[in-house]
C-alpha cells in the first residue's frame, strides 16, 4: 500500500464544513490503495469543535502540531492588528508542523504529500515539505484565493498571493473544485502546462446520510412547509435581502402566511438583519437559530420541505459544499444564484433544483417549491464522495 502525507488544518474535531473534503478523502483513499498520514493542529486552534464528525478507526496516523489562532490569542481586549493574519490566523502553525512533517516522512516514506486551501499556511508548509523531500505534491483549492475574487482584502504583505505562486509553480498536480476555478487560474499561470491544473468537486458522503435513514423513517410531517438555509449569510456574496422582499410580497398577495410557510436560517443570530425583516413585515415568516452539530444539520435537512442556498456574483466560480449535502438529502432546492455561475451550472441536471437570479424569479419559484410532487433524484452516486476520492486516487497514481 502507497503512502500520503495529507496537511490539513480542516480536520476533526474542528467545526468547519471543509473538514469533510479532507476527511472523506483520508477514509476512502485506504480503499484505494492508499495510506493516509494526516498532519493537522492542535484542537485548541480552533474556535469551536464538533464531536459529532467522528474519525474512522482505519485512520491510524493523525499527528497535530501546535498553533496560535491570532485573531483569538495576539488579540488585546478583543483587538488585533490586521497584519496578524496574514496570510492566515494559523500561520504559527507552520513552525511545529514543518519539523513534525519532515519526522513523518523519514518514518513512513510517503510517496505523495497533499495540501488544502483555504488555509495558505497548509500550502506553505507542504512547500517547505516537498521541497526538503523532494516528493511530489498535489495542492488542493476548495476555493480561490480570497483577494483572487474579494477586492475588499486588504493585505499588508501579500503573503496569500506569494504563497499562491509558490504552489502553482511548484506543486506537480493543482486541484480545484469547480471548473470555473481552474479556468481562472490557467489564465492566471499561463507559463504552466495546462496537465497541472485538474478539477475534483466536492460531494456528500453516503455514511453520513445512511446512518439518519431510519431515524427520518419516524419523522412526522411538518405542519408548515418549512424552507431551510443551512449556514452562514452576509451581505457580501451571500445577502438574502431580495428573498426577504420576495417573501413580503407574495405575502401581500396572501400566497403564503405564518400559518403556511416558515423560512428557518440555521447557524446565524439575524440580528443585522431583523430590522429589514421588521420594516417588511415578515417577522412572523422568517425564523433564526443557533449552529448546531454537523450531523444535527444533516438530520435537519432531510426533516424540512426544502432546502435554499445562496451564492453571489461573488462566488460564481465556486460552488458551496453544502449544495451536494442537499442533492442527497432527496429535498427540493432554490438556488438564489447567477445563471452563469458554477453553482447554477452544477445544478442543470439535477431534478428538483429551482434557481433565480433576482427578485421577481425568487417569487415564482418559491411557489413553484410549494406545489411540486417530490421525486427521487437519478444518479445522484457521481456527486459522492468516494467517487470524488477515486477521482483523486487516480491522480495520484499518476505521480506517485
Same mark, same amino acid.
Request: glycine fraction near 4%.
Given at each position: 500500500?502507497?503512502?500520503?502525507?495529507?496537511?490539513?488544518?480542516?480536520?476533526?474535531?474542528?467545526?468547519?464544513?471543509?473538514?469533510?473534503?479532507?476527511?472523506?478523502?483520508?477514509?476512502?483513499?485506504?480503499?484505494?490503495?492508499?495510506?493516509?498520514?494526516?498532519?493537522?493542529?492542535?484542537?485548541?486552534?480552533?474556535?469551536?469543535?464538533?464531536?459529532?464528525?467522528?474519525?474512522?478507526?482505519?485512520?491510524?496516523?493523525?499527528?497535530?502540531?501546535?498553533?496560535?489562532?491570532?485573531?483569538?490569542?495576539?488579540?488585546?481586549?478583543?483587538?488585533?492588528?490586521?497584519?496578524?493574519?496574514?496570510?492566515?490566523?494559523?500561520?504559527?502553525?507552520?513552525?511545529?508542523?514543518?519539523?513534525?512533517? $519532515?519526522? &513523518?516522512?523519514?518514518?513512513? *516514506?510517503?510517496?505523495? /504529500?497533499? !495540501?488544502?486551501?483555504?488555509?495558505?499556511?497548509?500550502?506553505? =508548509?507542504?512547500?517547505?515539505?516537498?521541497?526538503?523531500?523532494?516528493?511530489?505534491?498535489?495542492?488542493?483549492?476548495?476555493?480561490?484565493?480570497?483577494?483572487?475574487?474579494?477586492?475588499?482584502?486588504?493585505?499588508?504583505?501579500?503573503?496569500?498571493?506569494?504563497?499562491?505562486?509558490?504552489?502553482?509553480?511548484?506543486?506537480?498536480?493543482?486541484?480545484?473544485?469547480?471548473?470555473?476555478?481552474?479556468?481562472?487560474?490557467?489564465?492566471?499561470?499561463?507559463?504552466?502546462?495546462?496537465?497541472?491544473?485538474?478539477?475534483?468537486?466536492?460531494?456528500?458522503?453516503?455514511?453520513?446520510?445512511?446512518?439518519?435513514?431510519?431515524?427520518?423513517?419516524?419523522?412526522?410531517?411538518?405542519?408548515?412547509?418549512?424552507?431551510?438555509?443551512?449556514?452562514?449569510?452576509?451581505?457580501?456574496?451571500?445577502?438574502?435581502?431580495?428573498?426577504? $422582499?420576495? &417573501?413580503?410580497?407574495?405575502? *401581500?398577495?396572501?400566497? /403564503?402566511? !405564518?400559518?403556511?410557510?416558515?423560512?428557518?436560517?440555521?447557524? =446565524?443570530?439575524?440580528?443585522?438583519?431583523?430590522?429589514?425583516?421588521?420594516?417588511?413585515?415578515?417577522?412572523?415568516?422568517?425564523?433564526?437559530?443557533?449552529?448546531?452539530?454537523?450531523?444535527?444539520?444533516?438530520?435537519?435537512?432531510?426533516?424540512?420541505?426544502?432546502?435554499?442556498?445562496?451564492?453571489?456574483?461573488?462566488?460564481?466560480?465556486?460552488?458551496?459544499?453544502?449544495?451536494?449535502?442537499?442533492?442527497?438529502?432527496?429535498?427540493?432546492?432554490?438556488?438564489?444564484?447567477?445563471?452563469?455561475?458554477?453553482?447554477?451550472?452544477?445544478?442543470?441536471?439535477?431534478?428538483?433544483?429551482?434557481?433565480?437570479?433576482?427578485?421577481?424569479?425568487?417569487?415564482?419559484?418559491?411557489?413553484?417549491?410549494?406545489?411540486?410532487?417530490?421525486?427521487?433524484?437519478?444518479?445522484?452516486?457521481?456527486?459522492?464522495?468516494?467517487? $470524488?476520492?477515486?477521482?483523486?486516487?487516480?491522480?495520484?497514481?499518476? /505521480?506517485?
Amino acid at each position: 500500500m502507497k503512502r500520503i502525507l495529507m496537511v490539513a488544518l480542516d480536520f476533526p474535531p474542528c467545526k468547519s464544513a471543509g473538514v469533510q473534503r479532507t476527511l472523506k478523502f483520508a477514509e476512502y483513499l485506504l480503499e484505494l490503495g492508499w495510506e493516509p498520514i494526516v498532519l493537522t493542529v492542535e484542537p485548541s486552534a480552533h474556535e469551536s469543535v464538533d464531536d459529532s464528525q467522528e474519525i474512522s478507526e482505519k485512520i491510524k496516523h493523525v499527528y497535530r502540531a501546535f498553533s496560535y489562532n491570532a485573531s483569538r490569542d495576539f488579540a488585546i481586549k478583543g483587538k488585533y492588528l490586521s497584519i496578524m493574519k496574514e496570510p492566515d490566523r494559523w500561520w504559527t502553525w507552520r513552525f511545529k508542523a514543518i519539523p513534525l512533517g $519532515k519526522e &513523518l516522512i523519514e518514518k513512513y *516514506k510517503p510517496d505523495v /504529500i497533499w !495540501s488544502t486551501y483555504p488555509v495558505s499556511t497548509a500550502h506553505s =508548509i507542504a512547500y517547505h515539505l516537498a521541497k526538503w523531500s523532494g516528493l511530489p505534491w498535489v495542492a488542493d483549492y476548495r476555493d480561490p484565493v480570497q483577494s483572487r475574487y474579494d477586492a475588499s482584502v486588504k493585505s499588508y504583505l501579500n503573503l496569500a498571493q506569494r504563497i499562491e505562486k509558490n504552489t502553482i509553480t511548484h506543486a506537480s498536480k493543482v486541484v480545484f473544485t469547480t471548473r470555473k476555478a481552474s479556468i481562472l487560474y490557467e489564465s492566471l499561470y499561463q507559463d504552466q502546462p495546462l496537465d497541472k491544473f485538474h478539477v475534483i468537486e466536492n460531494g456528500y458522503d453516503e455514511g453520513n446520510f445512511a446512518s439518519l435513514v431510519e431515524d427520518m423513517n419516524k419523522t412526522q410531517a411538518n405542519d408548515k412547509f418549512v424552507l431551510l438555509h443551512s449556514g452562514a449569510v452576509y451581505q457580501n456574496g451571500r445577502d438574502p435581502t431580495a428573498i426577504f $422582499k420576495a &417573501l413580503a410580497t407574495l405575502k *401581500k398577495q396572501n400566497k /403564503i402566511s !405564518s400559518d403556511t410557510f416558515e423560512l428557518s436560517f440555521r447557524g =446565524i443570530t439575524g440580528e443585522a438583519y431583523l430590522p429589514l425583516v421588521n420594516d417588511l413585515g415578515i417577522e412572523d415568516l422568517v425564523k433564526f437559530t443557533p449552529s448546531i452539530s454537523y450531523m444535527e444539520s444533516i438530520k435537519e435537512m432531510m426533516s424540512v420541505d426544502a432546502l435554499l442556498l445562496i451564492q453571489g456574483p461573488l462566488f460564481n466560480n465556486q460552488i458551496p459544499g453544502k449544495l451536494f449535502e442537499y442533492i442527497r438529502s432527496g429535498q427540493p432546492i432554490l438556488a438564489y444564484t447567477a445563471t452563469s455561475g458554477a453553482t447554477a451550472m452544477a445544478m442543470t441536471d439535477v431534478e428538483m433544483a429551482y434557481q433565480a437570479e433576482n427578485q421577481d424569479q425568487l417569487e415564482q419559484q418559491i411557489l413553484t417549491l410549494l406545489t411540486i410532487e417530490k421525486r427521487e433524484r437519478c444518479n445522484i452516486e457521481r456527486f459522492s464522495r468516494y467517487e $470524488k476520492t477515486k477521482q483523486l486516487a487516480q491522480l495520484l497514481e499518476q /505521480i506517485g
